[in-house]
């Protein structure tokens, strides 16, 4: 996500190769070495796209072994033209300032930028992306639209023509882990959650006594503090699960001005107090009643990896996080085949939502795409080199030496289980997240609005403010700022 934000949203890769490792630190110095001198003399046939240092690991590696330039050969693309990664920083709001400053000024390289699929709509909205669906070839389109997952490319979209204005390069979905080991020795048949996750109060029922039969210190950790990613994801899913959203369905998602904002509902509330119980114990007044205290109080302040840690430690039941957490602790030397791995649990039915889209178990949308600059004097070779992305080969390569799933999901069970480890046990849950992934309203306001609600869903986990009174204010604040974007789109 991985999202992917605050200190470290961009998610972390987990390469299943020795020798990538081994050969990281040399591409990585390369790397940073071509980010300085990329476009003054290089080869007339040279790509160069952006990128953070876990894909630069795979994208070159030691010869004779696999990488993502060779699987692009392999797919067609023109060996004469070769892909140079200029490195960004892993956090993903720095790289979109990067990449913003890079645009505004109209300079290139780099040809192809990787965006987060958080901030993609806004380029595409000032202009500053290249149209795929007039550049590409009309099949490569069709392809595109018919097999790359339906919610991902809707952030590659521009919201008024449906123009794809991205291509897709790896998804990211939030994942509930979970101790199976124990929470079935604590008497829960755990059977059928990997394909029909428990309901919340199952899962924080089962949760609850694991944590005490096996004095556990904690029971279930997440990721709350007050960062993008607890808007964008971690209670995104939560509220999309008890039937929220924070404006109606999720055909509002991509256009701002005139949409309701429905953060005073029930389902919105609901979502929170459940959390306010997790937190905080059903003493406290705001609490849902019937669900225990499973959660520390110090996930207000944890991001992805602070909330990882405990988990792996052995020191937490359930764990949510993206899918390199997998890899993290379903080896053999952490949990193993006792790993057990869902969609998110759900209170709300979809049939029982009263919106359309949300209800039943969520997964947020994280991951990258890839865009074409306008600016770029290679037009022609990075156009080939995009299609040669498209290529399942392409795909495969990619997910087997880093763990980036495809865009195309139905290729995760095509994939060499001895080159993706762990995950290779938990393809049935991706592929359901996957189906059941929901995306963050993407606008070109969404910077703006994702700080007002992440302050305030703070503010009532912390106890700082109630959850009625946390989302008043956020209402009062998101009309505002919806009110703006329709007058201008008036001017």
């Not at 500053?128 to 007039?134: E, G």
């Not at 986990?461 to 974007?485: H, I």
């Amino acid at each position: 996500m991985g999202d992917e934000t605050g200190g470290r949203f961009q998610r972390a890769g987990v390469s299943r190769r020795t020798f990538v490792r081994t050969a990281s630190v040399s591409t990585a110095l390369t790397a940073t070495a071509l980010a300085g001198c990329l476009g003054r003399g290089r080869d007339e046939t040279t790509v160069v796209m952006t990128g953070a240092t876990d894909f630069e690991e795979i994208l070159h590696t030691e010869e004779g072994e696999p990488s993502v330039q060779q699987a692009l050969w392999d797919a067609g693309l023109d060996e004469n033209i070769t892909v140079e990664l200029q490195t960004v920083v892993s956090d993903s709001v720095q790289r979109m300032q990067e990449a913003q400053s890079t645009l505004q000024a109209g300079r290139a390289p780099p040809d192809i930028h990787m965006m987060d699929s958080g901030w993609t709509i806004p380029f595409i909205l000032r202009g500053q992306t290249r149209n795929l669906t007039d550049a590409f070839p009309d099949d490569v389109v069709e392809q595109i639209e018919s097999e790359y997952l339906e919610e991902a490319l809707e952030t590659t979209q521009h919201p008024e023509t449906g123009d794809l204005h991205g291509l897709p390069l790896f998804p990211d979905f939030g994942m509930m882990l979970y101790r199976q080991d124990l929470v079935e020795d604590a008497g829960y048949d755990t059977e059928e959650w990997d394909t029909e996750p428990p309901s919340w109060e199952l899962f924080a029922e089962a949760v609850a006594e694991t944590q005490s039969e096996h004095n556990v210190d904690f029971g279930y950790t997440t990721q709350a503090a007050a960062f993008e990613g607890l808007a964008c994801c971690s209670f995104n899913e939560v509220m999309t699960t008890w039937g929220g959203g924070y404006f109606g369905g999720t055909e509002n998602l991509f256009v701002a001005g005139e949409r309701p904002i429905t953060v005073t509902d029930d389902g919105v509330l609901d979502a929170i107090r459940m959390m306010r119980a997790f937190i905080h114990g059903e003493d406290d007044e705001h609490a849902l009643e019937g669900y225990p205290q499973i959660s520390p109080s110090a996930i207000v302040q944890w991001s992805e990896e602070e909330s990882l840690g405990p988990f792996a430690g052995g020191d937490a039941v359930a764990h949510r996080n993206w899918p390199f957490s997998i890899a993290e602790t379903g080896d053999d030397e952490v949990f193993g085949e006792d790993l057990g791995v869902m969609a998110q649990p759900y209170a709300v039915s979809e049939d029982d939502a009263e919106y359309e889209g949300v209800g039943g178990t969520a997964a947020a949308l994280g991951g990258w795409h890839l865009t074409l600059s306008p600016y770029t004097d290679r037009e022609d070779l990075a156009l080939e080199v995009l299609e040669a992305f498209t290529h399942e080969e392409v795909m495969l390569t990619i997910f087997e030496l880093q763990g980036f799933l495809p865009p195309n999901i139905d290729l995760i069970e095509e994939a060499d289980p001895d080159e993706i480890g762990p995950i290779a046990r938990y393809t049935d849950q991706l592929q359901l997240a996957g189906e059941n992934a929901i995306s963050r309203p993407v606008t070109d306001v969404w910077p703006e609005q994702s700080a007002l609600i992440f302050q305030e869903i703070n503010a009532a986990y912390r106890g700082a403010k109630s959850p009625e009174e946390a989302m008043n204010d956020l209402d009062e604040r998101l009309e505002r700022s919806e009110s703006e974007v329709a007058e201008q789109h008036g001017d």
